[in-house]
């Protein structure tokens, strides 16, 4: 009898040491959540902000101690292109009220309707450089002003394109070479590219699906200069990444998600709902390249955030991404409660900036879920 | 023998004289009955007021504050007497019983009465809620009926007037929009908008983009909706202003928010998609507006009572403890039906769980026919598609030819929450057009198909298909 006893004390130190050990472990990689929106700004926040706040109608074009945009055109009613910029002050001064409320998803509603009497000032003539005065006329009739040359012509006519319906015209990129356009056949959702040097002497249009046989043939060289850069060899265009030296193209698979500044891919980041476990983030080199190195690991839990919420909850109904940036992921979390219904719901600001691999989690619901 | 003090008459005669006061400007017998009944257990007199107008002014707070005075001035007066009594002296056997004959009378006798008079002012004002309740549904069906015509005599457009296609989107119980929103999503097409009604009362528009061959909403402005090509289908994911709210009420709700944003009218047409008792609501609305409506699809829809929700009405406790659902939810709305209400603290309400528990759908559909054979002659021509979410048993066993263990998935009756029976609407018979039948896999009893129905794979095609179908 002594001896049994013995045998269930030993049994149970041996499992409490395990379970020490694992609470340990766990210790040790113990999340950081905070139920509550950052108290202050730091640059991928800031970002996020911008983003957001700006959000679909503004194109941003430059970025730097100002940040320039191309009012988005949404209808074939408005047929050219206007600018506007805001200094990075005045945006920190728009958005400065949300660190001091108890409501950051009310103020964040009110910042996204009303930015276009704060944000957006009129940009003066010298800083107007690199910016194509374009105006998309019946008959898709492109007027085009550069610094260097003015030109009128049909696009049918003159581009052997068969574009019979109005198209909705706006700017993809810009710079000293040159800049693409985007027209959108409003009824059939087709996308074209138009690519433009910045003396207009060589100009292209291609529709979104010819793309990747373009640039395979090298036709889009010229252009290579307009297109946004990743580094050295690789660019992008409409999701695709391209090999400037090779013509190689790589398509993003539709399950990752592209960073907003394109340089990296959030692995089954568009996931719905986002399965729990290991995150994985690649530098788009990385992932080009096929290999396991990554930009950031880190774990998503979501039983912990529930309960970190005091949600009543039997397991997780929907969980998407809904911003992915450098260093700042945010997603949306909706908690199923038992047989039907939610249980609730919040946002997940993820900040890689001090850790990636061990990030701190702010819980809060600012109500984005798209 | 007590001798009431002189000092309690002369007060409560002055009260008296402000409660016939009360009467008369409230007009109401119950306020009436109320205050008579109080003084006559005071012992002073008899109250004489007579109630002439035929409109009740009554303000509840007012008289309570009133009552509230009355104490107040019991409580001065037998503080004053206390105080003179202190400074006798030498006080007789007589002073001693006359103050505590007074202390008495005005604590336990007097103060008591207030007390319970207050008491039943505020039985009345909830009496008078609760039939403000019944009331409130048919007076808000007539003002937007008023406002839809006015609208249409004056030519007055709402922001969104101009969409043709409209899809709605109802969700059920305990629920919000969230899940429609991304099946929303899935089913549209590039170019398409989705308002969002939230609960809160905000609302976002978003344009549906194709992204590396995803769809995805992009968040925009009301001002860019209303530029918006007008061709496009316009989506309205609605959350409810309570999550349990009973039909009628989202049905009156929903028509106010339409007429608001310009969309009942003659040449918008209204797709309803619906999960669980979303189907109830918006065959309410159907019903409520049958010009309006051109196709109904549900999923998941208790049709028949649901034996659930009757439970979790009958047992509000239980339902809130272990399954976090709550079946006392006050929704601002009283059903007619006395079997279709609940009463929690005299507070007359109907919600979900008293609808599911009391009324099938049929019989409002058989009221319907009866009192409206026109709108529901409508109610025929629509294309209504009562789709069965169903889960499955996976069953194993040894196939001794292929000398393996193998599989077979038999689809149940139901989707863990109601039964195929009930989802398939067969009380309904041929109002019905199309029954369907969709596989959903749960996940054990807590989780069961019921509450994966909106995002089944099949269901949104399903909403693809008819979004295209009167497209073309």
Redesign the interface.
Known sequence: MKKGKKVILVLIFILLLFACENHFEIGEKKVTYQNEFPKESSPALSEFLRSYIL???SILLFKGEAFIYSDRN?????NKLTYFQHTSSQLNEYYDPIFSTDHPE?IL?EL??EKKGRLHHEIEDEENKFLPDVTLDKGNVLKIKTDQKNVSFSIPENLDKNLSDELILNIESTNEFGFILQLEN??S?EIYYFFALNDLSEMDIFQDIELTSVIEQGQLKPYYPLLKTINESLSVID?KIIDTKTHEVFK?E?EHS?SKDYKYIYLNG?D?PLEEGVQRVQRIEDYVEGNDQYYAEFKLNYEEISDELDF?S??I??A?TVYFNEDLIVIHL?F????????G?TNVIIDLQKNKDNPIFYLVDL?I?? | MYRRNPIIDQILNIHKAQAEGIISSTSSKLVKKAFTTSWSQLNNGSIDASISSETILFNPDEIEVTIDKWIKDFEVCLEAEEAKFKRIEDPTFSDKMDIINLKTDIEQHVLYEYRDLKRKIGIIDTKFANVARAYRSPLQQALNDITMLYNDINNIDGDFTGFENVSVYVHGIEDTGKNFFESAVEAAYSGDIIVHEKRNGEVEYFVIKKVNGKNEPIKIRLEDVKIHNKDKRLHLVYETEYKNEHRQKTSDDLAEKLIYMGLLNDNTKIDMFAHSYGGRRSFQFAMDYPDHVRSITTIGTPYNKNFLGGTANTFPGIAKDFFNKNATEYSNYLDFNSKNQRNDDGILHSNVYTDMKSEAMIEDIEHLKIANPEAYQKLEEMEITAVAGRDTTTHKYYNEFKGQVEEFVVPDTHDGAVSVNSQHAESLGALINNRLSYDVKGESISKPAHSKEIKNTDFIELIRQINTHYLE
């Open positions: 959000g679909y109608e949404m209808n074939t009613n408005s009310k509603h996204f309707d409003d009824i959702g999701y993003v539709s592209f568009r719905n009543n039997v397991g109904g929907s998407n909706e199923d409660a038992a047989i039907t219904g939610t249980a719901s109500g879920i798209a």
